[in-house]
């Protein structure tokens, strides 16, 4: 095997055959998919068919009961903010500034508290919010906390962004401009995405691949390749979506 191969094989974050069951309720069954480096992947199915645990499998948050989940062929064992990042929607703390969410992953990193706030500056400028350090959660726009939510998982440059349904809450207008914002941001940096959502037409838009899953067990029954390069933008889909059963 090239070195190229062997490096794209060890990068690749792999779910093998994982079975997961809590208490008596068979969760997951079979799961069985792998994320190359820089890929943008999705997994899309109706809610509880246990899209969130295997995202937190991937994110070292949940064991998998049998099989295996590794990232550049180790076992994941622990979360690693500084290696790959999870995004929820409600995940900034109330009782803290804008500024002191961001520095989050910086603070549990142990960077110096100068340091850390040029950081800081430098991510809320990223993502539009450059000014509001110092308001709450609660003083935001729905609009603003994603992003503010998004530059906390960004702070720590992960090589890999886990994203459970970011833009679930979003009115239809900040959600395609913050889709596209992701894209971009994708597209610049070469990171692995994986993004979880209940909406098939946002994974189809977004993604390389999307794993459909079905509930009770999940399973992933569909598999789609989307052909690149394709245009990414909602007026010239003429895009080839090939399909295949899992
Ligand atoms: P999804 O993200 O697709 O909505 P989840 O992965 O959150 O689904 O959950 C899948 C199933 O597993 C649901 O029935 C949920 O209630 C159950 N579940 C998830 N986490 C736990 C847990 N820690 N303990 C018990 N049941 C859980
Ligand atoms: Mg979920």
Redesign the pocket.
Known sequence: MSNREERIKLQNIDIKNVSKS??S?R?LEQVDFSIAKGEFAAIV??????????LRMIAGLESPGSGAVTANGADIEKPDPSRMLIFQEHALYPWRTVADNVAFGLELAGMRKKERSQRVDEVLAKVGLTGFQKYYPHQLSGGMRQRAAIARALVTDPEVLLLDEPFGALDAITKISMQNELLTLWEGTGKTVLL?THDIDEAIYLADTVYV?SPRP?RIVEQIKLSMPRPRNRNGADFVAVRERV
Request: aromatic share 6%; proline share 6%.
């Open positions: 809590f208490g309720l969760v199915g109706p809610s509880g068919c246990g899209k969130s645990t295997v979880i899953m999940g």
